[in-house]
C-alpha cells in the first residue's frame, strides 16, 4: 500500500514539473523557432496591445447600436481614433477594425489593402482579439472581396455588352 502511494506521489510531482517545464517553455520562446518554423506564439499571447480593451469595447458597442446609421457614424469615428494610435499598423486586432469601418463604407481598395496587411500579421502568429464581435477568419475575408470583384466583373461584363 505504501509502495503505491510513492508511486503515485512521483508521477504526480513529474506531472508538475512538465506542466511547468511546458508553460515555461513557451513563456520564454524557448520553443519558438523549433516548432512550426518559428511561427509559434506564445500560448500566453499572439495578440496586440495597441488596440486593447477600451478600443474593442468601443467596437462592439458601435456594433450594439440599433440603427445602421448609428453604427456608422461610431465606427468611423472609432476608425479615426484608431488610425491616430501609434504602432496601429502592427496591431491585429486595429488591423481588423479598420477591415470592418471600411467593409461598412464599400471602400473596397482600403478594404483589400487592409486585408492584406491583417494576412501578414497572421502570418506571423499576430491575431485579432477573440473578443471582438462579428470576427471573421481570413478565408472569409478573403470570401468577401472575391465576392466583390465578382459583382463588379458580372456589373462591368453586363454593361459592355
Not at 56 to 77: C, F, G, P, S, W
Request: aromatic share 8%; hydrophobic share 40%; with cysteine.
Amino acid at each position: 500500500m505504501a509502495k503505491k502511494r510513492i508511486v503515485g506521489i512521483i508521477i504526480a510531482i513529474f506531472v508538475v514539473l512538465g506542466v511547468g517545464l511546458t508553460i515555461w517553455a513557451f513563456q520564454s520562446d524557448s520553443l519558438k523557432g523549433k516548432l512550426a518554423g518559428g511561427k509559434v506564439s506564445s500560448i500566453f499571447g499572439g495578440q496586440g496591445v495597441v488596440c486593447a480593451d477600451k478600443i474593442i469595447a468601443d467596437y462592439n458597442d458601435a456594433l450594439a447600436k440599433d440603427t445602421y446609421d448609428e453604427q456608422d457614424v461610431l465606427l468611423k469615428t472609432l476608425l479615426t481614433k484608431v488610425e491616430s494610435t501609434p504602432n496601429y499598423e502592427s496591431d491585429a486586432t486595429c488591423q481588423f477594425i479598420r477591415y470592418k469601418a471600411y467593409q461598412r463604407q464599400g471602400a473596397i481598395s482600403k478594404v483589400k489593402d487592409v486585408a492584406s496587411k491583417l494576412e501578414l500579421l497572421v502570418e506571423d502568429g499576430k491575431y485579432p482579439s477573440l473578443n471582438l464581435d462579428n470576427i471573421e477568419s481570413m478565408s472569409r475575408i478573403k470570401e468577401f472581396i472575391g465576392r466583390y470583384e465578382e459583382s463588379e466583373a458580372a456589373k462591368q461584363a453586363g454593361g459592355a455588352g
